[in-house]
């Protein structure tokens, strides 16, 4: 199942983010099951949204890797899609 997440993790500011993305990007685009990942910033934080090919991979990604080195416990939200279109 193609999976959604998406996470606000509130008092990261865009400065952390940025430094966490340098760190992660190469091996979030190798992560198996990885699709896409777009992150905006709010006034009390950042949000992130991913996409994935199954809630498996996103969790053991997400535990690994992000969950260590954030400021914050955040917990994603999580939708199944229904469909799903590349170009």
Do not use: C
Not at 9 to 27: F, I, N, S, W
Not at 42 to 64: K, Y
């Amino acid at each position: 199942m193609v999976v959604l997440t998406k996470s606000h993790v509130t008092d990261l500011t865009r400065e952390q983010y940025e430094g966490l993305a340098a760190v992660l990007t190469d091996k979030l685009k190798a992560a198996p099951g990885f699709i896409a990942h777009y992150a905006w910033e709010h006034e009390d934080g950042m949000s992130v949204v991913e996409i994935w090919d199954s809630d498996e991979q996103h969790d053991a990604w997400f535990e690994n890797n992000v969950k260590p080195n954030l400021p914050v416990q955040v917990i994603p939200e999580k939708h199944e899609l229904v469909n799903k279109v590349t170009a």
